[in-house]
């Protein structure tokens, strides 16, 4: 009889335990979710276009983002007087690298895992908020510090099997940095991603200043955010691949 009431008292509290640990990873999304913006203004924004600089191994490099939510991306990289396009258009992409940059001056289908890994950056705003409305598992790890002030760590996993590290900022509510794990060519690498200097773009809020690892390795390069624009007109033609010259 004891081990009964015992085994009860243990399911109660685990049961209760487990609600209010739900509850807890629940209310830091809303309360993320308050500190980005209104939900309903999120969804009216259709299209994006996003201009930023950075420095690569002391290059001054440029960059535009233009964005059909959830449906196309291009971004232009302007680099020594050279510039580098890339497109994802539903679930292809391709990209034109002039042969000094080491391409052959010529529209080029995307490698179809480049494609899987750029598909994201179809969509716009917070990715903890993206992956809740995609049905992925979010859950409270622990609550710590980071550069002496306190965050929320959130483990993250899609649908898919790809996790992430979330750290949400308790003050503010937003995201001050992520830790993406990801296969790339066959072997799972992670990418650590600092989030700051966010600012109001018609209410909505977005992170101006972002620190990633270079892509030419040697450490992090720090990409500056100059302008925003919501909803611009983008016409198709600005992601079609044109025909070889």
Do not use: C
């Amino acid at each position: 009889m004891k081990l009964i009431k015992g085994s009860i008292a243990l399911a109660i509290l685990f049961l209760t335990s487990a609600g209010i640990y739900a509850q807890t990873t629940d209310e830091i999304i809303a309360k993320h979710q308050a500190a980005m913006g209104s939900p309903e203004k999120w969804a009216s924004i259709k299209s994006m276009v996003m201009k930023s600089k950075f420095n690569v191994q002391g290059m001054d490099i440029e960059s535009k983002s233009s964005i059909v939510v959830g449906k196309s991306f291009r971004t232009e990289v302007e680099v020594m007087g050279n510039t580098i396009i890339t497109v994802i258009d539903g679930e292809g992409g391709w990209m034109n690298r002039p042969a000094r940059m080491g391409g052959s001056g010529e529209p080029e289908d995307l490698p179809r895992e480049q494609v899987k890994a750029g598909i994201s950056q179809k969509n716009i705003g917070s990715s903890l908020l993206i992956a809740k409305n995609e049905g992925s598992k979010i859950y409270l790890v622990s609550k710590e510090k980071l550069d002496g002030a306190d965050v929320y760590l959130l483990k993250v996993t899609k649908k898919s099997g790809e996790e992430s590290q979330v750290f949400v900022s308790v003050s503010t509510g937003f995201i001050v940095k992520a830790i993406n794990k990801m296969n790339v060519q066959g072997q799972q690498v992670e990418a650590e991603v600092l989030y700051s200097n966010y600012k109001s773009i018609e209410g909505l809020f977005f992170p101006f200043t972002v620190e990633t690892p270079s892509p030419m390795g040697g450490g992090n390069m720090v990409i500056e955010t100059s302008s925003i624009d919501l909803n611009p007109v983008l016409d198709a033609s600005l992601f079609a691949k044109p025909a070889k010259k």
